[in-house]
């Protein structure tokens, strides 16, 4: 699989989603969809190197208080067509609990609740005519969901989708001070710091449920209602062509 990070100044948690092999014997594509943080604090030189690139599409899935709290530095960019569409769930106080105490389990219930917004991205990222940057706060959770939904459709193994995931671990110990920054008051500082660790439990809980009540991402991006013409064209884009 080989080292799929990008080093990006002001950026500590981004990767390439190319460079698996499917279950086929396939190749996903370099530069089309690169998971990552939020972009708050990337220099302009970062930025336009980035677009340089290919960057032509950025996806914010963070809350709106969020955004605002730290301003995504593609957001107005003339090259750039930056969409907020934020990956979230109503849920009472108790409901927030629950999701610091079982993560794995708020990963399902998002996948569950969350077919509107997430049809949405889904939608942009088959129709994105160039490298599309998708990203959450630490890049690990929201992110982790979306990512690990690319690679189920085009038969990247289970395995290689947690090593993915548990990628994060290592990469947020460079921003855990501002991690720390937005815990709750009623959450405990250990909790959080559990809650915010990059445990493949946690995404091997999403992909059990996922395989148990959808069969595979592409049974479920059918119950949201994403079309077969979207799904064939998110899988041509990541897939390499046979023989490349």
Not at 43 to 64: E, F, H, P
Not at 72 to 98: C, W
Not at 189 to 210: R, T
Request: charged share 20%; proline share 3%.
């Amino acid at each position: 699989m080989g080292n799929r990070d990008i080093d990006i100044e002001g950026m500590v948690n981004v990767r390439d989603l190319g460079g698996f092999r499917t279950r086929t014997g396939q190749m996903t594509r370099h530069g089309v969809f690169v998971r990552g943080d939020a972009p708050y604090r990337i220099s302009d030189r970062s930025r336009q190197q980035m677009i340089d690139r290919g960057l032509q599409t950025v996806i914010d899935m963070r809350y709106a208080h969020e955004l605002a709290q730290r301003p995504n530095r593609f957001a107005g960019h003339p090259q750039v067509d930056f969409k907020h569409i934020p990956l979230y769930v109503e849920t009472s106080y108790m409901g927030m609990i629950r999701q610091f105490r079982d993560l794995g389990g708020w990963y399902c219930t998002i996948l569950d609740q969350g077919g509107v917004p997430i049809r949405t991205i889904l939608g942009i990222l088959a129709d994105a005519p160039a490298t599309t940057l998708l990203h959450c706060f630490i890049g690990k959770d929201r992110t982790g969901i979306m990512s690990a939904l690319l690679l189920n459709l085009v038969g990247v193994s289970d395995t290689d989708i947690i090593d993915d995931y548990i990628q994060s671990q290592q990469n947020l110990q460079a921003i855990s001070a501002d991690i720390q920054s937005v815990r709750p008051f009623f959450v405990p500082k250990a909790q959080f710091e559990n809650l915010i660790a990059a445990k493949h439990e946690y995404i091997d809980a999403l992909l059990i449920h996922l395989a148990s009540t959808y069969t595979d991402a592409a049974g479920y991006m059918q119950s949201i209602g994403v079309t077969n013409e979207e799904v064939a064209a998110i899988r041509a884009k990541l897939l390499d062509s046979a023989g490349d």
